[in-house]
């Protein structure tokens, strides 16, 4: 899928860790993400369950996986992250979608974390999800689930 005008993407927080830390595969592509998806004149979106999340790991020990950043520090990364992406809360029909779906696909644990993400962008209207892992996400047939390693920046 092409970064074209108009097109709403929710970001995965995997993204936003790409971004934070150079050490990782996909650090680049995350980075070229929040700089060419506004300037298509597409929308970058995070759900509120991202900034959580985000900040769970970015504090976290690096024993932990973790990247055992300073809390002022994580918080500027997201205010950084915000310039670029508007928020979207979690909803009532997202909530009745993701119970619907964990029935469904007999999902447990910390998938039903990434489970919630996947509703709140269809709930929200989104035209995919970017993440770094696409396996993480079942297939509803609802939302196209993008690969941030194979997402094109090419214009049009």
């Not at 929710?10 to 050490?23: I, Q």
């Not at 194979?150 to 214009?155: G, K, R, T």
Request: charged share 25%; with cysteine; net charge neutral.
């Amino acid at each position: 899928m092409k970064m074209t005008p108009g097109k709403k993407f929710l970001v995965d927080t995997n993204v936003l860790l790409e971004a934070t830390d150079a050490g990782r595969p996909l650090h680049d592509r995350a980075i070229e993400l929040f700089r060419v998806a506004p300037a298509r004149g597409a929308d970058l979106l995070l759900a509120t369950q991202n900034l959580r999340e985000y900040l769970v790991v970015a504090t976290r020990p690096v024993a932990n996986n973790g990247l055992e950043m300073p809390m002022p520090d994580a918080l500027e990364n997201l205010c950084r992250f915000r310039r670029r992406a508007a928020v979207v809360g979690e909803s009532l029909p997202a909530s009745e979608r993701f119970l619907r779906w964990a029935a469904q696909f007999e999902l447990s644990g910390k998938r039903l974390h990434d489970l919630q993400i996947l509703a709140t962008s269809v709930a929200a209207g989104m035209d995919g999800l970017i993440t770094a892992n696409p396996r993480d996400f079942p297939d509803t047939g609802e939302i196209k689930v993008i690969s941030l390693a194979e997402l094109s920046f090419e214009p049009g």
